[in-house]
């Protein structure tokens, strides 16, 4: 990657990621509340879901921008290209060292195939707003099948000192979500965590794409 094509990914995605959290950041506290063994209500329901905003939209700017460069720029180093085989795993690599797995091996591929589909059917390079609509599907679809993790990683964020889930095994606590609640324990506030992650990538990726550009 030239200098300046570094510097476009970096600004980019800070902005995209200040402008993402900006608007969704009281859908995901309603997500968590939704998931939290107290239940909705007493984890404190639609109270306060705009309480640390300032804050999240703060430290979004050099999270997001440290994951963009270090996708573009591995993303450029490994063999890629719609007409390469290797294409998704290059997209599952450079996201994996960007952000968290396994929620971006998901995500980003998907987007990425999505976008190479659509140019090929239109004959040209996907538009921003086409690129957003491919990061709202392949969000909504990773948001979808990572949410038993998402719950499992809530319940352990909010166990007591000395409970099970307070070890912060993973497995564990899928275990015990399912004995007691089943599948719908396990899947406890999918439908919001699909809708915000949708929009969330639908803004983020698009800003990010649309950024780049008026940067480039």
Request: proline share 5%; hydrophobic share 45%.
């Amino acid at each position: 990657m030239e200098p300046r094509e570094s510097w476009a990914a970096l600004a980019a995605g800070g902005v995209a990621g200040v402008c993402v959290d900006l608007i969704l950041f009281p859908l995901d506290t309603v997500k968590t509340r939704l998931q939290s063994p107290q239940g909705f209500r007493k984890a404190g329901g639609f109270r306060g879901i705009y309480a640390g905003v300032p804050s999240t939209a703060i430290g979004s700017f050099p999270n997001a921008a440290a994951f963009f460069i270090t996708y573009e720029n591995v993303k450029s180093l490994l063999p890629h290209g719609s007409s390469s085989y290797l294409s998704p795993a290059t997209h599952m690599v450079a996201a994996s060292l960007g952000e968290v797995i396994p929620f971006s091996l998901v995500q980003f591929p998907l987007w990425e195939s999505l976008k190479d589909l659509w140019s090929w059917k239109q004959g040209h390079v996907v538009d921003s707003w086409q690129s957003a609509v491919c990061g709202a599907f392949a969000g909504g679809f990773a948001a979808a099948v990572t949410t038993p993790l998402d719950v499992a990683k809530t319940r352990i964020m909010l166990a007591k000192a000395g409970s099970s889930n307070a070890r912060g095994n993973v497995l564990a606590a899928l275990g015990g979500i399912w004995r007691t609640q089943g599948l719908s324990g396990l899947f406890a506030g999918v439908v919001p965590r699909m809708a915000a992650i949708s929009l969330g990538g639908f803004i983020f990726l698009g800003t990010y794409e649309k950024t780049r550009q008026l940067l480039l």
